[in-house]
């Protein structure tokens, strides 16, 4: 059996290093490019993983995040209290409001699980990255910092022109289409039944105002003056 090419060239000696030396060549004729970073931001992807911005008003405290974070680095606190029956003679509920939620980030993996498995849309991903600290301890950031990155999340990106519909939207079309076919074909069968009947009312004449026409006259009754004429 014939051997491959890729594996007789392989087998010539220095190959490797000229295909080294190759890259390095093609790299130094290439113009060196510096970004002047920080007077220059840089671009960042939209769906970059800096921090996590957290919108405190979808949190119900369920700590699925907490739970599921690999390195236990989100630490939530809450309370319960109760609220009041919303009318006469029903029942008191009791709710579990947000006390404390803070991300260590000198622990955090930046895996995006927690913003995974969030069931209420409370974790979002910001490409914000200056956040710095000379003490390890100050990466420990609370709900009002987190809250600050929230703004810096960008908006989700447009749907693709070419992208399917969703189920849902397809589903529905499909229901409404259906339905205006039959009301078509009802509206068809009533007009086929009023022309073969002889009872389809004639077509007005839009020039004329409502109330203007001429009453019918009655078959039963001999053409010529009416009663009371001279």
Known sequence: MAESLPSIRSRIPGS?????????LRTMTKKTVTAQYPDVQPELPPRSRGVIGLFEENCTVCMLCARECPDWCIYIDSHKETVPAAAPGGRERSRNVLDR?????????????????????????SPEFE?????????????????EWMWTVPAPPALDAAAEEPKELAAARKTADKLAAEADKLAEAEKLAAQATGTEPPA??????????PPASDPSKPAGPQDGDA
Do not use: Q
């Not at 956040?131 to 809250?147: F, Q």
């Open 101 to 125: 939620f803070a991300i260590d980030f000198s622990l955090c993996m930046y895996c995006g699980i927690c913003i995974e498995v969030c069931p209420f849309d409370a974790l979002f991903w």
């Open 16 to 24: 490797g290093l000229a295909k080294g030396l190759a890259v390095t």
């Open 131 to 147: 956040y710095a600290e000379t003490d390890i301890h100050e990466l420990t950031h609370e709900r009002d910092k987190l809250r």
């Open 204 to 213: 007005s004449d839009p020039s004329k105002p409502a109330g203007t026409e």
